[in-house]
T-cell receptor, first 111, second 114 residues
Framework: ELKVEQNPLFLSMQEGKNYTIYCNYS?????LYWYRQDPGKSLESLFV???NGAVKQEGRLMASLDTKARLSTLHITAAVHDLSATYFC???????????WGAGTKLIIKP | EAQVTQNPRYLITVTGKKLTVTCSQN?????MSWYRQDPGLGLRQIYY???????DKGDVPEGYKVSRKEKRNFPLILESPSPNQTSLYFC?????????????FGPGTRLTVT
């Protein structure tokens, strides 16, 4: 059974600091997604990672994938208040059109 | 504008009163899906559809029904809602083309069953 675990589930940090959110999954998978959700809003796609060693960056966010370790990380550089949101990772089962989601990491960045 | 729409956005109902939440997309996507979101549990898939008249169960299908008679619409039906179905519901759609397969989400429907 495919399971996805995110750590931490809650993170409060100061502006200007760096931090990393971790996403572990239990079995092999073809692709890994990162989504962002603002309070009371829908989900917005951030990154899709398709292969081992894949790295994607947008602004202060950088996502990477290690398929051998079954681990993805979302790194935040010099955090700003606007990045406060809940971040979800989700993993697709091999050759299957289903997504299994992590519980989400609620990130609060204090000015 | 490419979008996924859901109606209603908010609904309060009573136990046992049948209801339907509509979902429509204008992107000609083959794949559509329903999720529920509960605090601390992330999103859990209820049902999905890979094309017209093709639907399948997700992880938590009990108490729900769906139909896919047209490509653009994928309604979620609760025949006899119960309080444990109080949740935030999202509809999503995507093309079927791998390997990317990126889903686009509707705005959500907050359902309260009393």
């Amino acid at each position: 059974e495919l399971k996805v675990e995110q750590n931490p589930l809650f993170l409060s940090m100061q502006e200007g600091k760096n931090y990393t959110i971790y996403c572990n999954y239990s079995t092999t998978s073809d692709r890994l997604y990162w989504y962002r959700q603002d309070p009371g809003k829908s989900l917005e796609s951030l990154f899709v990672l398709l292969s081992n060693g894949a790295v994607k960056q947008e602004g202060r966010l950088m996502a990477s994938l290690d398929t051998k370790a079954r681990l993805s990380t979302l790194h935040i550089t010099a955090a700003v208040h606007d990045l406060s949101a809940t971040y979800f990772c989700a993993v697709s089962r091999d050759s299957n059109y289903q997504l299994i989601w992590g519980a989400g990491t609620k990130l609060i960045i204090k000015p | 504008e490419a979008q996924v729409t859901q109606n209603p956005r908010y609904l309060i109902t009573v136990t046992g009163k049948k209801l339907t939440v509509t979902c429509s997309q204008n992107m000609n996507h083959e794949y559509m899906s329903w999720y529920r979101q509960d605090p601390g549990l992330g999103l859990r898939q209820i049902y999905y559809s890979m094309n017209v008249e093709v639907t399948d169960k997700g992880d938590v299908p009990e108490g729900y029904k769906v139909s896919r008679k047209e490509k653009r619409n994928f309604p979620l039906i609760l025949e006899s809602p119960s309080p444990n179905q109080t949740s935030l519901y999202f509809c999503a759609s995507s093309l079927m083309s791998l390997p990317l397969w990126e889903q686009y989400f509707g705005p959500g429907t907050r359902l309260t069953v009393t």
